[in-house]
């Protein structure tokens, strides 16, 4: 081992603890629209799972585990580049594309208001009834917002974290 390689302790919490704030970040962004939570906090605790795993493992193993793409060298920005290879972009190009769709769902939630008739971002809520154990659950348009906005955050930040980590 050497001095820069995680131990074998934060290895093993990183592999404990990333399911259960991944969990967490769920149910509070399902639960948004009625109590305290939504898009955006359940988006910052996902990065912070990605970002456990990205300092403790790396982004090679990000890359090739998580996003099952071919890790390439990459040239630093400023710094000669040696083949095509390293001018190719990084896993922010992925990022930047989930930002992208959260943009889109949640403009394309307030929109679909407007198309019916309402003012933009009225939100619309749907009672459904005979599901087991909850018996009954909301629905509410505002699910389609969070959820973009989950997007947003999760694209933007690990955006961040990826081209601050590469430097």
């Known amino acids: 081992?050497?001095?820069?390689?995680?131990?074998?302790?934060?290895?093993?919490?990183?592999?404990?603890?990333?399911?259960?704030?991944?969990v967490t970040a769920v149910a509070l962004l399902l639960q948004g629209h009625n109590a305290p939570g939504g898009g955006f906090i359940g988006g910052v605790?996902?990065?912070?799972a990605f970002a456990l795993i990205y300092i403790i493992y790396g982004l090679e193993y990000f890359e090739?585990?998580?996003?099952?793409?071919?890790?390439?060298?990459?040239?630093?920005?400023?710094?000669?580049?040696?083949?095509?290879?390293q001018q190719r972009p990084g896993v922010t190009k992925e990022f930047s594309e989930v930002?992208?769709?959260?943009?889109?769902?949640?403009?394309?939630?307030?929109i679909v208001a407007i198309a019916l008739g309402y003012p933009f971002l009225s939100q619309?809520?749907?009672?459904?009834?005979g599901i087991p154990?909850?018996?009954?659950?909301?629905?509410?348009?505002?699910?389609?917002?969070?959820?973009?906005?989950?997007?947003?955050?999760?694209?933007?930040?690990?955006?961040?974290?990826?081209v601050v980590g590469a430097e």
């Open 64 to 85: 090739t585990e998580l996003l099952h793409r071919t890790a390439l060298p990459r040239a630093l920005p400023g710094e000669p580049v040696e083949d095509d290879s």
């Open 99 to 110: 930002l992208a769709i959260g943009l889109a769902l949640a403009a394309g939630s307030g």
């Open 124 to 129: 619309a809520v749907v009672f459904v009834t």
């Open 133 to 162: 154990l909850f018996h009954e659950i909301e629905v509410a348009s505002a699910l389609a917002f969070d959820i973009g906005v989950y997007f947003v955050v999760v694209g933007g930040l690990l955006t961040v974290i990826a």
């Open 1 to 22: 081992m050497t001095e820069n390689e995680p131990t074998v302790i934060a290895r093993t919490v990183v592999r404990i603890v990333v399911p259960i704030i991944l």
């Open 45 to 48: 605790l996902t990065v912070v």
